[in-house]
């Protein structure tokens, strides 16, 4: 069965959550446990236990309440969070103001997206069709140089130790005229990558956030996806590689509008983050049912 899922248009979020809707929690039972099971699956796979797993969820329950569920001109109360949450008030006590955890861009991490983000958007650095262009170390003037890339983003850090570190990761490669060529393990994160669990946590988080708020009342976020059941396993394959070309063509296409924005832009606090994720699977390994036939797609949504 193929279908748009749509929740979506124009969202603003509100500083507070708003209150608990009626039986929300008997909904929330049954997508939230499909929701956790590869989150489950990978605390497993590496090596976080269930009680280290629940200390985290009581302290991000008192944290959220905390912070989240205040009552406007009412300070928060022990006892209130304590009923919120329905963790002990004594042990409230003892994890209010502990913070909740960081969640921060490690510094590496913001400085390689930063000039990534610049060597595909900036036309000074790409090709007529939009592609990252290959860059000597150094250039005379006004010539493009990855040298002139990594200064346009930071003068921070010297070029050289970017290009070892980036030549170290296999984020770029050194040609025969010695030209500096991004390739695509700079957009995929390796196994190998400490930067790939800041990712996982920033792009679960706003996508969780993006559809915690759709079920609630207000305006929505866009939160789309085009998905068809009882598909053969070679038409999921090629659906897979054409969708990874369009979804990596959409990305190009707004790095570098906003890449131009920002030239323009006075800065503040606001953020912003479009995401885009493929899945494919067995039916079956999730525990669905397949359907008795075969549908083609339509729109739908909510």
Not at 68 to 81: H, I, N, Y
């Amino acid at each position: 069965m193929g279908h748009w899922y749509n929740s979506d248009m124009n969202a603003k979020s509100g500083p507070k959550a708003a209150a608990p809707q009626p039986n929300a929690a008997a909904k929330l039972h049954a997508p939230l446990a499909r929701l956790l099971r590869p989150l489950v699956r990978l605390c497993i796979r590496s090596g976080m236990t269930f009680p280290a797993l629940a200390q985290l969820l009581r302290e991000l329950f008192v944290n959220v309440a905390e912070h989240d569920f205040a009552l406007e001109g009412k300070e928060q109360t022990d006892s209130r969070v304590s009923l919120l949450t329905g963790i002990h008030r004594k042990e409230v006590a003892r994890l209010r103001g502990a913070g909740a955890p960081v969640h921060e861009a490690p510094a590496a991490v913001s400085l390689t997206s930063a000039v990534i983000a610049r060597w595909l958007a900036a036309p000074e650095f790409t090709d007529a069709k939009g592609e990252p262009l290959a860059l000597p170390r150094t250039a005379e003037g006004d010539a493009p140089s990855f040298e002139q890339l990594v200064a346009s983003v930071t003068k921070d850090v010297r070029p050289r130790a970017v290009l070892d570190e980036w030549v170290d990761r296999k984020l770029v490669t050194i040609n025969e005229k010695d030209e500096i060529e991004l390739v695509e393990a700079a957009f995929v994160p390796s196994g190998e990558d400490d930067s790939k669990w800041h990712y996982l946590g920033r792009n679960l988080h706003d996508h969780i956030a993006a559809a915690a708020h759709n079920v609630s009342d207000g305006p929505r976020f866009l939160e789309r996806a085009v998905h068809y059941n009882n598909i053969s396993p070679k038409l999921a394959r090629r659906l897979e590689a054409r969708s990874r070309e369009l979804a990596m063509d959409a990305l190009k296409t707004a790095n570098r509008e906003a890449n131009r924005a920002l030239a323009k832009d006075k800065g503040g606090d606001a953020r912003w983050n479009f995401g885009i994720y493929i899945y494919s699977e067995d039916a079956d390994q999730e525990g669905e049912t397949k359907d008795a036939g075969k549908e083609t797609g339509k729109e739908g949504g909510s």
